[in-house]
């Protein structure tokens, strides 16, 4: 009696011992079970080469990315904002002694100074504002206050901020406008030396505003493309 | 399986889902053999809803298959001519569509996953007789689909 029907089995190794002995034993005296068996072995082979198709889309993202992306999103915006604001504190508590300290003279030093950091910024992480408009407009009010008494041009500072803070991508003739009739022949001198001194810590504010702001943008598109 | 990629994608896409919502209940050696069992009863599901909307007909008679052993009419090409062939491969996806769900996903699981017969049958919720029935049966039908071709695939 062949065993036709164990011979898958028998070529899978999912036999018991005895059965496969039993199986072992008659393959070797048989001239028919070999080759069938040796069938059986092509076949599967064949099968397994089978082509394998890719799937056309991404299956597993879509499931997963809802969860986490959006909040992610909004708290990178929240965070290049913040960042922004720090940048802007540091660099004017930076710039306020040293003007005081050359004589209250130059007052349009730490402004147009101020004016120069922030163009560069604002150019930047401007478009995490897009992102998320909440997060810059709220913490402004508290911001605003704290840094007026140690700076020496509170209101071109305060107009420039919130002009930043509301997301224009335009401050700069304000702080223009404000900076050159104050003296310019004067600030030339002034202008570069302060900065200098303490610009480890606005341009390291800065770095981790462009960081957030290139995160958040990036999640967007991530969500958006979804 | 389901010799549709869109149908595939859908299944696919629709166990992942599932095995995420209770993956708290997942317990048991293999992540892989659980989520295969998930995919494999999706696409039998489907399968099932497939014949119920009558866009396949209903699945060939499973019969005594297992004894009947067609043997080549004429020499046929040998199996290195046809194995590297895709026409070989074409005829093995055809052979496979003649197959009832069943035996088509224990055969697969087995050649292509190469899961062992107590994986497939816990996948597939079944007896590991039954297992070892529907691979036999199924890896047959395709050997005899391409005997009947000419295949004399002894040299294996």
Redesign the interface.
Known sequence: MHP??????YL?G?LDEPRRAEVAAHLAGCSVCP???????????????????A???S??P??AAPFWIAPLRTLSAVASGLAVLAFAATTLIASAPAATSAGGAPAAAPASAASNLERTDSSSPSSSFGVGPAASGQPLAPAAPAAQPSSSAPTSDATKRSAQGQGAATPTPVAKGEATPEGRARDAVAQSEPIRREVASPWLWLAVAILFGALALALQRRLRTR | MLRQSADAEDVVQDAFLSAWRSLPSFEGSSFRAWIFRIVTNRALDKLRARRRHGEVPLEPPVGDEDVIWAEPVAPGPELADLAGDREALGVVEEALATLSADQRAALLLRDVEGFAYEEIAAITACEIGTVKSRIHRGRLAVRNVLVARGWKGSAG
């Open positions: 036709f029907v164990d011979l898958s089995a899978d999912a080759g069938r068996l040796a069938q059986l072995r092509a076949t599967a082979s064949l099968i397994r080469r089978l082509p394998s198709p799937p056309s889309r299956l597993v879509r499931l």
